[in-house]
C-alpha cells in the first residue's frame, strides 16, 4: 500500500516515475533516491536564503551609508 507523506513522494511514486521512463529501481533505491532529493533541496532552500540574506544586508548598508 503506497502511503503519502504530506504532498510529498512516496517510493512507490518514485517507482511508479522512473518505470514510466524506462528506469527500473526497487523499493530501497527509490528510498535512497528520496533520501538524496530531500537533502539537495534542503542544500539549495538554505543556499538560496543565505544569498537573499547577503542581499538584503547589502541594500541595508547603502540605505545607511
Known amino acids: ?3 503519502m507523506r504530506g504532498k510529498g513522494l512516496s517510493p512507490e511514486k518514485v517507482i511508479r516515475i522512473l518505470d514510466k521512463h524506462g528506469t ?3 523499493l530501497e533505491e527509490a528510498k535512497l533516491i528520496l533520501g538524496f532529493m ?17 542581499l538584503m544586508a547589502k541594500e541595508s548598508l547603502k540605505k545607511i551609508g
Open 1 to 3: 500500500m503506497e502511503t
Open 38 to 54: 530531500n537533502k539537495l533541496v534542503y542544500v539549495t532552500i538554505n543556499d538560496y536564503f543565505r544569498r537573499e540574506k547577503s
Open 24 to 26: 527500473k529501481v526497487n
